[in-house]
């Protein structure tokens, strides 16, 4: 529409007054100079306005060759030349404008079938990726699974879903982010109804903390008004700045019902923490060397002395917020640290993962060349399965 309206408006006569003079039938030769110099005077301002116009519909050709791929992705196979993807160099006001529309437009008709096209929900997906891909962490599996399972499948949501995962470096928390955003939407990671927040590189200086809440404020209802299921992904939350972690408090309360027959929107919110990984990994110890197996160590072993630690920790002011106070994160989730066997679990994934043949010796000599603690026992991974991929690089030929 708004395309037609602008080469319509390129099509009329443009009349400025004063173009055609006073028209005195006395004096023609008088009316036909000063009508020349009208004409001579308006020109300039009449091509400025004709190029302006000009712009606007090869701009707005652009922006409907764009919008038409987004909503309707089989039209984009048919046109002759491609699309510019989204980073091209229109004006940002454009470019949000039309994410705004293009999100509106998907509430009133399926974008694709079943609905917005961005969002999956792929759960059978999600629970064979915990089952097959995650390793060692049967606790953390099983929890996240149920838990977003649950929210899912709720008709009316009170509140949005927060879990906070924890433990030591390279046991598995951004993977299981990962693979939730993998699964719940289209596009995972990259999907515009997905939010990732690092807090020592988005939040780095301390003194700019206003500016900080401002820019999360905005991305948070900008990705929220634009999606009616989203996610935000909070990475090394314990370092989030008190002013953030309250700015974080009223997303996470309980919401007033919503008026019959509308169905409210649905938020998960991920913060991912080392905070407890000691004392996670102190508890596993103490029950592994008693004689328990893995499998057998339940949240009753974990959870009174996982949130003692993050309500104590004088490192970090999470434990001390709001959040954790009054009881606005659903579940603490323990992630345990990983043994050999599971070390070489992730070797195994890593040659897989890069299309390359592996021996049973290669495994082990990998997973050799991580350091294992305590000191006595050698029994846990310090780093996880963190670096496993470049490591392959030292064997190979």
Known sequence: MLRGALWLLLLLPLRTPGVQGHRDATSRGQEADEQEADEQATWPGIQRLKEQLRTAGVLSKRYWALLSCAVWPDHCEDQESPVPPLGWSLPL??????????????????????????????????????????????????????????????????????????????????????????????????????????????????????????????????????????????????????????????????????????????????????????????????????????????????????QAEIMESADSSFGSSRLVKENLIDLFIPFLPLEYRHVRLCVRDAFLGQDLPYTEEALDEIAKMVTYVPKEERLFSSQGCKSISQRINLILP
Not at 116 to 129: A, F, H, M, P, Y
Not at 157 to 176: I, P, R
Not at 267 to 275: A, K
């Open 93 to 306: 006001w454009g470019r949000r404008s039309l994410d705004m529309f293009t999100a509106w437009l998907c509430r009133f008709q399926d974008c694709c079938p079943g609905g917005d096209c961005r969002i999956s929900n792929n759960l059978t997906g999600l629970e064979s990726d915990l089952h097959v891909r995650l390793h060692g962490q049967h606790l953390a599996s099983k929890l996240v699974l149920r838990a977003v399972r649950d929210y899912l499948e709720i008709p009316q949501v009170g509140k949005a879903l927060a879990l906070s995962f924890h433990g030591w470096s390279g046991t598995g928390k951004n993977f299981v982010a990962r693979m939730l955003a993998d699964n719940l939407y289209r596009d995972g990671m990259r999907s515009d109804c997905v939010r990732v927040f690092i807090s020592t590189f988005h939040f780095p200086h301390p003194k700019y903390v206003d500016a900080y809440k401002e820019e999360l404020l905005r991305q948070m209802q900008e990705t929220q008004w634009r999606c009616h299921q989203s996610m935000f992904i909070f990475d090394e939350a314990e370092k989030l700045h008190p002013g953030l972690l309250e700015l974080l408090g009223p997303h996470l309360e309980p919401r007033a019902p919503q008026t019959q027959g509308a169905e409210p929107p649905r938020t998960i919110f991920l913060f991912l923490s080392n905070l407890g990984g000691s004392v996670i990994n102190e508890v596993v110890l103490g029950l592994l060397m008693a004689g328990w197996s893995r499998e057998e160590i339940t949240m009753q072993h974990l959870e009174t002395p996982l």
